[in-house]
């Protein structure tokens, strides 16, 4: 079966940095985009930033765009999460999700069809 398995998460200082892994099994990993979403206590899942299949196109959300970079290597079967500049905004369970539209990163988390779940990152001020 499809996992994906997250890693990295934990208590970071406002300012500091933190790469975030996610593993993958039991699908064609090039043949998926992938994205990291997080959410936050009380609030709604949000959309951190995506990778399509190879590589070569990268789309983020408007809270971490310049401060947050996704990669992925096929060869591995992982996608990366780096965090810069972190914020205390930025506390939530981030989650991995892998997508069957590979070709242009997606940023809506129904176009995800597994997930995983999830790694929590802390923040403080």
Known sequence: QVQL????GGLVQA???RRLS???SGLTFSNYGMGWFRQAP???????AAINWNGD???????????FSISR???KNTV???MNKLKPEDT???SCAATSSPYRPQATSRAYTYWGQGTQVTVSS
């Open 5 to 8: 398995v997250e890693s990295g």
């Open 15 to 17: 300012g500091g940095s």
């Open 22 to 24: 996610c593993a993958a």
């Open 42 to 48: 009380g609030k709604e899942r949000e959309f951190v």
């Open 57 to 67: 196109e990268t789309y983020y959300g408007d809270s971490v765009k310049g401060r």
């Open 73 to 75: 290597d096929n060869a």
């Open 80 to 82: 990366w999460l780096q």
């Open 92 to 94: 939530a369970v981030y």
